[in-house]
Structure formats: structure tokens, C-alpha cells
């Protein structure tokens, strides 16, 4: 955005790099190489979100599948008194529920959370680095962080609640 607004649209000339690739210092040509980049950007973005989807839906059927075929082996070695105390359909419950329960437990709870936890580290970390250099910077940053989460929570889960109504309805419906 920058690129458009300074160097494409505004005087001021454009960087030495940024000049080599256009052949110009502003105008169509940095215009036209900040939306060919703009472009690019978008397509590796979608490209690495899309790949990021198939991974993690592969690794979840994957991650049902083995337990649910090592589940099976375990109920077929068990012998019939066992079976013939547990309730009708228990079995076939234990095979779809505890293998669905475990993909959720991994992909959706704790990847996330060790995931969030390297985020808090490596930000305190930032801080702590600043903080040795500028004090009060830190504290203003370490002081707007909650705030920061506050503001940003509503909308994440605003989403997530929307989605959740559409697939309700979209399955009452059929």
C-alpha cells in the first residue's frame, strides 16, 4: 500500500530496488509492479492456507482411522462376558466417539495451545529485549497487551458462533 500511495501515486521517488524492477522511479510502472506483487503475495497466501486445510484434515482422518482400527482390535480380543455386559451399540459408540474425541483433543486443543504458549514466550521475550533498551516502550507494551486481547476476542468468537448457527441450520434443514 505504501508502494501505491508514495511511489505510484505520490512525488516521492521510489526505492533503488524498487526502481530496478519498474525501470521507473514512479508512476505506472512501480503501480504495476505493486499490484503484480500485491497479486503474488495472495496466490503463495491462499496456496499455504489451502495446503495447511488438506494437512490438517489428512492428519485428523488418519489420526481417527488408526485408533479406530486399534479400538477394533482391542474389542475383538475381549472376551463375550465383557461383551455381553456392556450395553447394546456400546461397542460401535466406543469405535465413532473415543477416536473422533482424540482428533479433537490433539488438532483442536492442544496444537493450539502449545502454539499459543510459543506466541506468549517469544512476545515476552521481545519485551524483555526492548525493556533493557527502553523501559517505559515495554511497559506501554506490556500494558496494552490485555487490552489488546479484550478488543480482538469478541470478533474471533463473534465468527466462530456464526458458523456454528449456519451448520445448525443447514443441518435441521436436511
Known sequence: ??????????????????????????????????????????VAH??????????????????????????FTHL???????????????AVYRLQADATYLDQLLLRGLLPLVFSVGTLAVMFGILLRISVAR??????????LPLDQVVRAPAATHGRADAGARVEADGSSS
Do not use: C, E, F
Not at 12 to 32: E, H, K
Not at 47 to 67: I, K, N
Not at 76 to 90: D, E, K, N, Y
Not at 135 to 144: E, K, N, Y
Open 46 to 71: 491462499q496456496s499455504v492456507l489451502m495446503t495447511h486445510t488438506r494437512l490438517y484434515a489428512r492428519t485428523g482422518y488418519l489420526l481417527t482411522l488408526d485408533l479406530r482400527g486399534r479400538l
Open 1 to 42: 500500500m505504501k508502494a501505491v500511495v508514495d511511489y505510484a501515486l505520490g512525488p516521492v521517488p521510489a526505492p533503488g530496488w524498487l526502481q530496478r524492477i519498474s525501470g521507473s522511479s514512479n508512476g505506472v510502472p512501480v503501480l504495476l509492479v505493486a499490484v503484480v506483487a500485491g497479486i503474488v503475495l495472495q
Open 135 to 144: 523501559p517505559r516502550v515495554a511497559l506501554g507494551r506490556a500494558a496494552a
Open 76 to 90: 475383538q480380543s475381549l472376551s463375550l462376558r465383557h461383551h455381553s455386559g456392556m450395553p447394546v451399540g456400546g
